[in-house]
Every structure is written in structure tokens, then in C-alpha cells.
């Protein structure tokens, strides 16, 4: 099948040819043509899935229909992602898909004021992270009534992050007449009921069950004492120095602590994490893009949107604690198709977090090195009075 079996006008399959994207992925081909219809969609999907143009293409293909100029201070249709590098990557996606709409974006980190001049002439969709929309809202630079078009990007994201409060205060702002879309990698209990809120009647399209991690990862976990994961990162990292690889951390500190031990060991790797600046941020991940830098090590929020394709491996430094968030991290690599790796490092005191990954993949992730620490009979800690010791010290002890 190819796109213009999907609806869409000779302009967008135009636009499409010259992207080089020619056959719709699986998300596209089920949400482009309900959509167009005007449905609501809840679209369950990871990132990787094509799931930006599963919603651009529709979006700007109804937007351009109308033919309406957006009045001053007004956007015609709304994408809220949770993070500011989604959002960016949004954009950039938009943008390749039409050269005939005026899109804009507001995220934190970036000048308000140059933000509400350009809002000022009014846009045709704007691109935004929740917060800096509440900002922008309550300085009376947009007003939402105009607003036809709703789509809620990786909605799952933006409840762990706490945008609940920020969402219902944009949605009272929104016509009631609009079409909306979301999208979520995961369907916990909270996203249902957002849905129940944001969509009426949507067309429900499950590209794989939630939580399933894409099926070309390969999941490996090496059972690891935490003073043990530096030096058995470097050596994995070693052993294929030419591909480019991400690593998550759980703190911000953790992340930029990881960075200068890779940097001593003579790897060209960079951070990103909440005490960067946007500039920071986006100046590390071009240069990740680029090349130049082989190892990215991040936190989950910073992560979020990095779309980069040949990422071959994805390193759970710290295993997160939210199990979802395992899913959106392996979203990382084996995007679009390509393979890829993911490798868990589990240390004595994160076994209840994998169990509760495994619980949610429905599946057991392979050992790839050590012994499962629920096999280690002679954990010291059980035997003998735990005396005053860092937790590293402890889980040496017990490896
Ligand atoms: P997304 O899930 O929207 O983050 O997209 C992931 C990647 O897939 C992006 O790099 C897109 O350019 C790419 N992509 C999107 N749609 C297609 C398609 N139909 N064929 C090939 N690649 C695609």
C-alpha cells in the first residue's frame, strides 16, 4: 500500500515522495484515513512507529482544506508534547511536511517575548509544551477559542511529569468542537481516564499492545554490584565504539557523573539533563546526531523526542523505577525499523524494578552477565549485621 491509497491530496504525497517516505507505516495506515474522516483517535503506539506524520499528515491536511488565515493571537489547531525536545522534533516534523501552514513553537528555556510577538500575527498550529502555554495563556498572548485541531503527544509522558493540572486548565480553554488525537506509548488507568475527558467517541488504534517493547530489541540484563557499573559499561561500550549509544541514569547528577567517567575513559560523549540549558540540550543531541558524539548519557525526561536513527544500543545504567518508562527508553533504539539493543544494568537494590519491568514486557529479560541476585544465597547482609557501609560497598559484597 502507498500513500495515495490513504486519502491524502497529490500535494501531501508530493511532499511525502520527496521525504522518501512512500509507504505509510502500520499507525499511519489506520490513523490517516479515520482521522481525515474527522474521528477522534486514541492512538497507542511507541515512538519509532511513524506516529508524528500519523497525526501531521491529517492535521495539515485539514487545516489547508478550510483555507482560513489564523487571526492575531489565535493558533487553528494545537500539538502539546511533554518535553521541549519532542515538541522541537514536532516542529521540525511539521515543517518538512508543509511549506503552506504557519507553524510555531513555545517551549520553557526560550525567550517568552520573542514567543508572544511571533503569536501575535496568529498561527496555524502551534507546537507547545504544556507549562509555557499556561504562561502564554495567562499573559494573553493565545487565546485557544479558535482552536479546531487538539493532539496530545505521548500523553502518558506528560502525566508522570506532573501536566495533569496544566492540561485541564488548557482544555477548558479549547472549543468543545475540535477534533482531538492522542497518542501514548503505554495505556496505564490515569491515560483511560484522560481519554474519557479529551476524546469523544475516538477510534481506538493499538499499533502494539502497551508496554510491548518493539520486537526487533534484543533485551539483556547483567546482574551487576553499583560499583561494578562503570567499569562494566566502558567495556561493553568498547566493544563497538563506532556505533552510538545512550545511556540512562535515574539522577541528573548520576547522568553527568557518568559523562566525565566516559570522557576519562577516551569516549566522545556529552549529557543532557534538567541542569542543562535548552542550548546545552540541543547542542548535545545535534552533535549525537552528527556523530561527533558516540554516547549520550541522559535522564529520562531530557530523552524524551530524541529521534536519531541508528542508535544500537540503549543502556540502562540505573533501571527506572517507573517500569513504563523502560518502554519510552527502548523507543530509542530500533526506530523505524532498525534493530536494536537493550541492556540492562540490575544491581542488588533495583530487582523489584526489573520484576516489575518483566511483569509489564509479560516477558523475562535475558541474562546477559552476573547471577540474578535472588540467587545469591550468601548475600551478606542477610547473615551478618549490615555495619555502616555506602550501598556500593554492600552490593560488591553480595556479587
Ligand atoms: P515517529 O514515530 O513519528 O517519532 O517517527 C520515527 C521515524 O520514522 C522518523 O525518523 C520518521 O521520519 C520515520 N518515518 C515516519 N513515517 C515513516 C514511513 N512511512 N516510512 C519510513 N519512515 C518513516
Not at 523489584?352 to 511483569?359: P, S
Request: with cysteine.
Amino acid at each position: 500500500m502507498n500513500f495515495n491509497e490513504l486519502g491524502l491530496n497529490a500535494r501531501m504525497v508530493a511532499r511525502l515522495d520527496a521525504l522518501g517516505l512512500t509507504q505509510p507505516s502500520p499507525i499511519q495506515k489506520e490513523a490517516i484515513p479515520q482521522a481525515l474522516q474527522g474521528c477522534d483517535i486514541l492512538g497507542i503506539a511507541q515512538t519509532g512507529t511513524g506516529k508524528t506524520a500519523a497525526f501531521g499528515i491529517p492535521l495539515i491536511m485539514a487545516l489547508s482544506k478550510r483555507q482560513e488565515r489564523p487571526v492575531p493571537r489565535s493558533a487553528r489547531g494545537l500539538v502539546l508534547a511533554p518535553t521541549r525536545e519532542l515538541a522541537s522534533q514536532i516542529f521540525q516534523s511539521l515543517r518538512g511536511l508543509t511549506k503552506d501552514l504557519r507553524i510555531t513553537l513555545v517551549v520553557g528555556g526560550k525567550s517568552i517575548n520573542a514567543q508572544t510577538e511571533k503569536l501575535a500575527r496568529g498561527t496555524d498550529i502551534l507546537v507547545a509544551t504544556p507549562g509555557r502555554l499556561i504562561d502564554l495563556m495567562d499573559r494573553g498572548s493565545i487565546d485557544l477559542g479558535q482552536t479546531r485541531f487538539l493532539v496530545l503527544d505521548e500523553a502518558d509522558q506528560m502525566l508522570d511529569i506532573g501536566f495533569i493540572h496544566a492540561l485541564r486548565r488548557i482544555a477548558a480553554r479549547l472549543s468543545t468542537d475540535r477534533q482531538t488525537m492522542m497518542f501514548s506509548a503505554t495505556m496505564p488507568k490515569a491515560m483511560a481516564e484522560l481519554s474519557r475527558q479529551y476524546l469523544d467517541k475516538p477510534i481506538r488504534i493499538e499499533i502494539s499492545p502497551p508496554g510491548k517493547v518493539a520486537d526487533k530489541v534484543a533485551h539483556s540484563v547483567h546482574f551487576v554490584a553499583k560499583n561494578e557499573k562503570q567499569d562494566l559499561l566502558t567495556r561493553l561500550l568498547d566493544g563497538h565504539r563506532d556505533d552510538r549509544a545512550l545511556v540512562f541514569s535515574r539522577t541528573k547528577h548520576g547522568a553527568e557523573r557518568l559523562k566525565k567517567h566516559l570522557e576519562r575513559a577516551g569516549f566522545a560523549a556529552a549529557s543532557i539533563h534538567g541542569n542543562k540549558s535548552q542550548g546545552q540540550r540541543d547542542r548535545a543531541i545535534a552533535a549525537f546526531k552528527a556523530g561527533s558524539v558516540r554516547v549520550l548519557s541522559a535522564t529520562d525526561v531530557a530523552a524524551r523526542g530524541i529521534d536519531t536513527p541508528g542508535v544500537g544500543h540503549v543502556y540502562n545504567y540505573d533501571l527506572p523505577n517507573v517500569p513504563e518508562n523502560y518502554v519510552h527508553r527502548i523507543g530509542r533504539t530500533a526506530r523505524a525499523g532498525n534493530s536494536g539493543r537493550a541492556i540492562a544494568f540490575c544491581a542488588a537494590d533495583e530487582v523489584t524494578d526489573l520484576k516489575a519491568i518483566e511483569k509489564l514486557l509479560g516477558t523475562r529479560v535475558e541474562t546477559a552477565g552476573g547471577r540474578p541476585w535472588d540467587a545469591v544465597t550468601d548475600a551478606p547482609q542477610k547473615k551478618r549485621r549490615p555495619r555502616r557501609r555506602s550501598a556500593g560497598r554492600q552490593d560488591r559484597m553480595a556479587a
